[in-house]
């Protein structure tokens, strides 16, 4: 859901203008594809696998992937980071569950104020396995992770120095974050949202693709990982792996970590997958994803709960969605990174 990109350091202005659109196409068409996921496994859900989790797996890796190339390769300031941050994130969830509250108030999904609160503090993943939760709401959880990661990676980029030691750092704890998982699920008997929603687990998505990514930043990703169909084939593995009948922490154990291998991958990729990616259509599905995750699980537990059609309820994800990009989204974010 972050819509920052590093860019590669070449040798003329226009080159490096030219690289780094490219590069942010298909990133943004990762993300479009992410989305893609979540809509589909929501509204057209197909039996056997669950699309909208795996699609929330495809934002984390790709969170990962660039967080570690803006924190620890480009060692953007940290200051005007959490500003971005921000000016991105906070304002579209604000109007959300604010017109959220106002207009689902009386029905089956009504909001409760503590689970508003908990949403605006990023504090709902704890919070909805402890006392509250709200069924619009609860998508919160993986915004919440995100959140909590980025604290965690700006942290470790202001205190620990040295490449290897960070790498060495964020390696350590997702082995401890997917044990964590793994225990909390099989050994405990702990529900799917009891552990898969706590940053303590999930963090794990993110750091293996930061970890993936610095490797490959500096020239120590094997070179099995640098093929031109590695991304199409590792990301059709975690698909399968991410199949009903698979074990929920096997789809952590290993096919998060496949995901995060396709993700740092794709600069090496055929031209076949990058230009999909970097389609139009793809391309403005990840330029308005982030809008399309807020507004849809609202209209998603109409048609969960109540049985609405699909294909109206969509319909309504993508009017508030665009009406929240460009009337919320884009010049909120605009306007305070310009006057802040």
């Known amino acids: 859901m972050t819509d920052i990109s590093a860019t590669h350091v070449v040798p003329s202005r226009s080159a490096a203008d030219t690289a780094s659109r490219t590069r942010l196409a298909y990133l943004d068409g990762w993300r479009g594809l992410s989305i893609a996921l979540v809509l ?9 696998i669950n699309l909208g989790v795996m699609g929330v797996e495809f934002f984390f890796v790709l969170s990962g992937r660039l967080m570690a190339e803006i924190l620890f390769i480009e060692r953007y300031p940290l200051k005007k980071f959490f500003k971005r941050r921000f000016s991105r994130i906070y304002p579209a969830l604000l109007v959300f569950v604010v017109v959220s509250m106002i207009a689902l108030s009386g029905t089956f ?15 709902y993943n704890y919070a909805g396995i402890l006392f509250t939760r709200a069924g ?36 350590a704890l997702s082995v401890l974050a997917m044990a964590n998982g793994a225990i909390s699920y099989w050994a405990f008997g702990m529900a799917y949202e009891a552990t898969y929603w706590r ?23 094997p070179a099995l990982f640098r093929g031109p169909h590695v991304a199409l084939v590792a990301s059709a593995a975690a698909v399968l792996l ?8 096997i789809h952590y154990l290993v096919a998060v970590p496949l995901l995060a291998f396709a993700v740092n991958s794709l600069d090496f990729s055929a031209r076949y997958l990058t230009g999909f990616l970097s389609s139009r259509p793809m391309a403005m599905l990840g330029l308005w994803s982030y809008s399309l995750y807020l507004w849809q699980q609202p209209f998603y537990k109409f048609v969960y709960s109540q049985g609405s059609a699909p294909l109206p309820m969509l319909a ?3 009017a508030c969605a665009l009406c929240s990009y460009y009337i919320v989204e884009k ?10």
């Not at 999904?109 to 504090?123: Q, S």
């Not at 940053?199 to 990703?221: E, F, G, N, P, Q």
């Open 40 to 48: 589909i496994g929501h509204f057209f859900p197909v039996p056997g």
């Open 109 to 123: 999904i009504a909001f409760k104020w503590k689970a508003a609160l908990t949403a605006l503090t990023f504090t």
């Open 136 to 171: 619009a709401l609860d998508h919160i959880w993986s915004l919440c992770v995100e959140e909590h990661t980025y604290v965690i990676l700006a942290l470790i980029s202001f205190v620990v120095s040295g490449r290897s030691r960070v790498i060495a750092l964020l390696g």
């Open 199 to 221: 940053t303590d687990v999930h963090i794990a998505s993110i750091l293996l693709s930061a970890v993936i990514c610095l490797l490959k930043a500096d020239d120590r990703l």
């Open 242 to 249: 991410f199949i009903d009948p698979v074990p929920t922490p």
């Open 316 to 318: 309504g994800v993508f």
């Open 331 to 340: 010049p909120a974010r605009a306007w305070l990174n310009r006057n802040w």
